[in-house]
Every structure is written in C-alpha cells, then in structure tokens.
C-alpha cells in the first residue's frame, strides 16, 4: 500500500521545526509536510507514525487527535551520537471505519518492517495493539509481545475489540503467531484473580509495578525477547503523565518509564515500539507531550547503542556456562559484548532435540548454580514441550 494515506505534519509545528538549533532532532529527521511530500524510507531505520483513532478507548475519546505537542517537544530534543535514520511519516487519520484504520496501519507497518524500518507509533487508543500484532501475519513469524499497562486488558472474548479487550483476540483469534505475552507494572487491584490465573496458566509472564519499581532492570531481559512493544501512558502515575482521562494516582515515574523505553530500544529483537492513550485536553501545560517525546527519545538513543548480538553469530563472542540441575543441565552464555546472558532451553520438536534460546540475568545463573529453576527457563519450557 502506499503511504499516501498518511497525512502530513500540521505546517505549524513544521515551521516552528525550521526555527529550531542545528544540532536539535527537528534538524535532523525528514518530515512528511505539504510542502516536501513525502520522506523516502530507503537507508532509514526508524519512522514516527501517529493515528488519529479513539473510537475504542474506552472512557478516553479524544486520544491521538492532537499529537502535535508530542511532535513539538520531541523536535526540540537534541540528537545524541546516533547513526540511525529518522523520518516522521506524518498522521494516519480516522477511516470510515475502525477496521479501516486497523488495516491501514497494518498495511504500512508490513511495509516498513520488511524494508527494515523500525516504527514508532503515537496513538490513539491501546487497542491500535491488535492492528500491530496482526501486521506480523503477513511476516509469518511468530511475536513476542511486552505490554506496560496497569491493567492485562483481557476482557471477554465475546467483547467487541476495545482498548480494555485488545489482549483476549490477540490471544484467541486465528491465525495465532503470540508465542509469549509480558505484563510489565500490573497493579493487583485493577485485575482479577481470575486474569492473573489464567494468565499463569498460559506461561505468561508478568511483573507487578513494584517488582519493577524496585528494580527496573527485570525488564531489560524481557524487552530482549519481544518483538512488539506497547505502552499505555495509563500506566504512569497521573502527576506523571495527566494526559489521560483514565489516568490513575499510582505509576511509574517518569525516570524508569523513559529506563524501560531504552531498555526496548536497545533489544535486537523490538522491531515495532507504540506509545498510546495520549489525550491531548487532559496535558496540564503539555506535560505528558513532554514526557512522551523523552521516551521517544531514550527509545531511539537505546537503537542507536544496538550491539547485533542476537541471533548469536559466533561462539567465541560468549562465553559457555554449565550448570547441571537435578536431572536436567542447563547451558548459560554470556556475551563478551555486553556482558548480558542468555540461557538455553532444550526441547522435542517432531523427535528431534531443539534449542532455544532465552534471554535472562545474572541472578538467574546465580540461582540455577544454587539448584533453583530459573521462572522464565520454567515457563519457556513449559510452552514448548
């Protein structure tokens, strides 16, 4: 598909671009404006896309209909030393339907992420989610997906597709590509015992949100393993990020939500990265914009410090560790590039011994060594035998 469907960037913040310092993003990335046409996405790595769709975010009408802030504050942010390519593509507005929005961006997405162009996308409700997994249809791949949200968003399958019932058709439907799905600063209270079952029961993995504001490194491993990654500006506090008529009191701060967007940045594996439920009458003096743009732009600074170490290339890259456990041994690899670990879990597939590998933490080869399973080899293994 083409990507005339997308429309360009207000002229006012395009203009208030050119007035910027050299050395400021606004300089830097090619902006699809009236005046210019369209960026080309050869050579590029990385591309703004924003959707004007809010007819399913519930009790949050008004999400994604005016991201010029966002793109304003973003604009004014000065590069770091990065060699990657930005375009902002500009806007997919409403369809005539919500379908029609769904598969427009479903359309464009295929198209970048098979020329190796990495989309950030600035929604819009949550459920803009399901559209994003069902672009890797067409990929024939199967997708990891990592949600920072305070809620699962499950709903009842029966349920019409909404930002509060993305996940069951992403779980249900087919074709089904979701190999795992990660939960990252649930609060306990917004969901109920019944999710957090089921979920388990499925091998998924989730994290409260104070497992993560105590140590926001358990989500480096996680955002190494996932393919997609979405983020409900819900789930950082309202003081945070006002933007939202179903913002609540508690959140992350906004230092460990822009760490975790680095964090997604930095994985080889991210190759689709949404930031959503932005509702601009809600920004006391555009605060959220603000914080959004820096996450943006950790997003990008973590693309930019991308080591290409994943899929492993070679062995003399790692270094081999073996740790034998009752009557299973399990083999850890640590990169001599960035000193992170992966852990291999060993499966039958049509009678034939497979490996897969996992990304983990050092803790985990500490607590293995000390005959403790660690979780995410337990549920890997789990899902495929």
Known sequence: ??????????????????????????????????????????????????????????????????????????????????????????????????????????????????????????????????????????????????????????????????SKSYLSKIIMEKPNNLFNYSSIGYQTFFNSQDEI???????????????????????????????????????????????????????????????ICRYAGISDKVSSFGIYEYNAKYDEQEQTAQLIAQMIWYFIEGYNFRTNEYPFTSNKDYKKYIVPIDDTTINFFKSNKSDRWWMEVQHENNKFLKRTLVPCTYQDYLRAGKQVFPERWWKTFRKLN
């Not at 598909?1 to 300089?27: N, R």
């Not at 994003?132 to 499950?154: C, G, H, I, P, S």
């Not at 998924?204 to 490194?217: H, P, Q, S």
Request: glycine share 8%; with cysteine.
């Open 1 to 162: 598909m083409s990507f005339e469907i997308l429309l360009p960037v207000d002229e006012a913040v395009v203009a208030h671009a050119t007035l910027l310092p050299e050395q400021s993003i606004g300089k830097k990335l090619e902006i699809h404006s009236k005046k210019n046409g369209l960026p080309e996405i050869e050579n590029v790595q990385l591309a703004i896309i924003g959707v004007s769709e809010d007819r399913n975010a519930v009790d949050n009408i008004g999400s994604g209909m005016n991201l010029s802030a966002i793109r304003k504050h973003f604009y004014q942010l000065y590069v770091g030393n990065w060699f990657g390519k930005m375009i902002d593509l500009g806007t997919i507005e409403k369809g005539k339907t919500v379908e029609d929005t769904y598969f427009a961006l479903q359309q464009i997405l295929v198209a970048l992420i098979k020329n190796g162009v990495i989309p950030i996308i600035i929604g819009g409700g949550q459920d803009l989610t399901y559209a994003n997994y069902r672009a890797y249809d067409k990929l024939e791949q199967t997708v990891n997906l990592a949600v920072v949200d305070n809620t699962f968003d499950l709903g009842d399958l029966e349920d019409e597709i909404s």
């Open 197 to 259: 079952a089921l979920l388990d029961k499925l091998h998924f993995d989730m994290y409260r949100l104070g497992e993560i504001a105590n140590n926001v490194k358990l989500v480096e491993p996680v955002m190494r393993d996932s393919d997609i990654v979405s983020i409900d500006i819900g789930a950082i506090r309202r003081t945070e990020a006002p933007a939202n008529n179903n913002a609540v009191p508690n959140g992350f701060y906004g230092e460990p939500i822009c760490a």
